[in-house]
């Protein structure tokens, strides 16, 4: 299955642009949708929506900040993805939340609310290669694409079932730990994205520690492009709002497109 992400990302790739898919948290204030435009008109390819969570496992202490801002105000994952079916732009969106939650809602029950919604694919973390089976069905009867991680420690063998199996993007794991904005490329991230572009042809983003233009420039030469997440969020945290994070895509749009300028 080859859905609207992976369709478009691929495009994108084909054409000569490095990747660019921002990160925010969904529901952490009134303007987030609003957020999720001004992105997409500064130059996000695709947009990664957090669905909050009280133990987010992945996430360091910005998106942790965000998440219980966001669940403080009372944001549930039927109100996150209610409010990104409002979002009218023209790239397409995933949602990254934890497994609890989704099995609380029921698989099947998650996967339609995303498709109605307009969503196009879904990250789980802490949901196991080996275990992926009955949210796979479910996602797969709706269109939903899966997303799947890989670690700088991911074995072989294990990372070629990853790859085969991820829908949209390979997510490759800069470095071990949470989310969080570091000063510089971990050298084991650059090796991974080598690694996954060996095995498959579906787009390769390198993500965590992708703080800024230098280092999403050094990243997106071993991959086919970035997420970059904390680095929005802590500007959104700051009360810079929809203005502030769309200069700061438009920024790293900029600097992609200097270095790999697109046909």
């Given at each position: 299955m080859t859905g609207s992400l992976e369709t478009h990302l691929r495009a994108r790739r084909d054409a000569g642009a490095k990747l660019l898919v921002p990160y925010l948290t969904g529901g952490f204030d009134d303007s987030w949708v609003d957020v999720l435009r001004a992105v997409a008109d500064a130059g996000a390819d695709a947009i990664e929506?957090?669905?909050p969570f009280s133990d987010p496992v992945m996430d360091g202490p910005v998106i942790q900040q965000a998440s219980q801002v966001a669940l403080q105000r009372g944001a549930t994952p039927l109100s996150v993805i209610a409010e990104a079916s409002k979002f009218d732009g023209d790239v397409p969106l995933a949602v990254m939340t934890y497994v609890n939650?989704?099995?609380?809602m029921g698989y099947r029950r998650c996967a339609a609310a995303l498709a109605d919604a307009g969503i196009a694919a879904a990250i789980l973390p802490d949901l196991p290669l080996d275990e992926?089976?009955?949210?796979?069905?479910?996602?797969?009867?709706h269109d939903i694409e899966t997303v799947l991680l890989a670690a700088p420690t991911t074995l072989d063998d294990r990372l070629a079932a990853i790859c085969a199996r991820s829908r949209g993007f390979v997510y490759a794991v800069s470095l071990l730990g949470v989310t969080g904005e570091r000063d510089a490329?971990?050298?084991?991230?650059?090796?991974?994205?080598?690694?996954?572009?060996?095995?498959t042809d579906v787009p390769v983003?390198?993500?965590?520690?992708?703080?800024?233009?230098?280092?999403?420039?050094?990243?997106?030469?071993?991959?086919?492009?970035v997420?970059?997440?904390?680095?929005?969020?802590?500007?959104?945290?700051?009360?810079?709002?929809?203005?502030?994070?769309?200069e700061f895509v438009a920024g790293l749009r900029a600097a992609l497109d200097a270095r790999w300028p697109p046909a």
């Amino acid at each position: 299955m080859t859905g609207s992400l992976e369709t478009h990302l691929r495009a994108r790739r084909d054409a000569g642009a490095k990747l660019l898919v921002p990160y925010l948290t969904g529901g952490f204030d009134d303007s987030w949708v609003d957020v999720l435009r001004a992105v997409a008109d500064a130059g996000a390819d695709a947009i990664e929506i957090g669905i909050p969570f009280s133990d987010p496992v992945m996430d360091g202490p910005v998106i942790q900040q965000a998440s219980q801002v966001a669940l403080q105000r009372g944001a549930t994952p039927l109100s996150v993805i209610a409010e990104a079916s409002k979002f009218d732009g023209d790239v397409p969106l995933a949602v990254m939340t934890y497994v609890n939650l989704v099995g609380h809602m029921g698989y099947r029950r998650c996967a339609a609310a995303l498709a109605d919604a307009g969503i196009a694919a879904a990250i789980l973390p802490d949901l196991p290669l080996d275990e992926l089976g009955p949210w796979a069905d479910a996602a797969d009867a709706h269109d939903i694409e899966t997303v799947l991680l890989a670690a700088p420690t991911t074995l072989d063998d294990r990372l070629a079932a990853i790859c085969a199996r991820s829908r949209g993007f390979v997510y490759a794991v800069s470095l071990l730990g949470v989310t969080g904005e570091r000063d510089a490329l971990a050298a084991r991230g650059a090796e991974l994205a080598h690694r996954c572009r060996a095995l498959t042809d579906v787009p390769v983003l390198l993500g965590v520690g992708i703080s800024n233009a230098e280092v999403a420039v050094a990243a997106s030469e071993h991959a086919d492009g970035v997420v970059v997440g904390s680095a929005v969020v802590r500007r959104l945290l700051d009360g810079g709002g929809p203005d502030a994070a769309a200069e700061f895509v438009a920024g790293l749009r900029a600097a992609l497109d200097a270095r790999w300028p697109p046909a």
